[in-house]
């Protein structure tokens, strides 16, 4: 199969060293399920509320085969106009991964029978509403692509099943919830956003993140001026911190681009930037653990 040739970059490199640990955090699709529990776990801080280990077990689970589902499913399909090494090394794994996925997927199953109701009944219609993005993304004949940005769509389903947890727990408080799924939302797509202008080479959004990066950031400080109280307050500070790290890593790439790199370097500094992107969406260990502890 042709899309199961290796890239002759990056990842192969980097197996003997540190470097390698990141590389292989996102070419397993570990990223994203990383991303959701911890700001799951930012949910229920901010809130001032327990969540059941349960639902945070589901959520990862899920993310994680959502993700390589996903993967998989834009190799099939040719959906992304480039595939990327990500994709390459789903496809060039995929016996390994199907026979992962499915005793996960029994586990997840098995999570879901033991997980509490309420959180169980939001996660059954976040699932729905996946399934119609698996079919608007993958499917020819709808292609919601056409009509609807594939980053936002991501972003804002991203930002609701995160928040489930918290807002399916007794006495969440809702109102406050709201308020934060809407600014995480907002860093969700522009995390989006960035990884597919730099990916694409699309200069039409040339100003799109800063200015998205922009955003996040007054919404993250008008929340600290407002009804963020308390760990809230560790939320938006990381949300902020996070459209800081995304901003100045598109600096790095205009200015990358500017130097017109070989394929080689190109294909090596997006690896980096992609991998960088999630793990700017890592600031809630910092930003949150004094409220914690």
């Known amino acids: 199969m042709a899309l199961a040739a290796p ?39 901010a809130a001032g509320i327990r969540v059941s280990v349960i639902s945070i077990a589901v959520l990862g689970v899920g993310t994680w085969l959502i993700y390589v589902a996903d993967r998989l499913l834009d190799v099939r399909s040719r959906a992304h106009p480039a595939l990327r090494e990500r994709h390459f090394f789903h496809a060039r794994h995929r016996r390994m991964l199907l026979l992962t996925a499915l005793p996960t997927g029994a586990l997840l199953l098995g999570s879901i029978c033991i997980m509490p109701a309420a959180a169980r009944r939001d996660d059954e219609i976040l699932f729905a509403i996946s399934m119609l993005y698996f079919a608007g993304v993958h499917l020819p004949v709808v292609r919601l692509c056409r009509w609807f940005p594939r980053e936002v769509a991501v972003g804002v389903l991203f930002s609701l099943a995160t928040a489930v947890p918290a807002w399916s727990s007794p006495h969440a408080p809702h109102a406050l919830i709201v308020w934060l799924v809407l600014l995480f939302a907002g860093l969700c797509t522009l995390n989006c956003v960035a990884i597919e202008t730099w990916e694409s080479k699309n200069s039409n959004r040339s100003v799109t993140v800063p200015v998205m990066a922009l955003g996040v950031a007054v919404a993250a400080m008008i929340l600290l001026y407002g009804p963020a109280t308390g760990a809230a307050l560790g939320f938006c500070l990381a949300s902020l911190a996070s459209a800081a790290i995304l901003f100045a890593l598109d600096r790095l790439y205009r200015g990358s681009a500017q130097r017109r790199a070989g394929p080689e370097d190109r294909a090596r500094l997006l690896l980096a930037l992609r991998i960088a992107a999630d793990a700017a969406l890592l600031t809630p260990i910092f930003f949150l653990s004094p409220w914690h502890l």
């Open 7 to 45: 890239l002759p970059t990056v990842a192969a490199r980097s197996r003997s060293r540190l470097w390698g640990v990141p590389v292989y955090w996102h070419l397993l699709s570990l990223d994203a399920p990383t991303v959701a529990v911890l700001w799951a776990w930012s949910f229920a801080l």
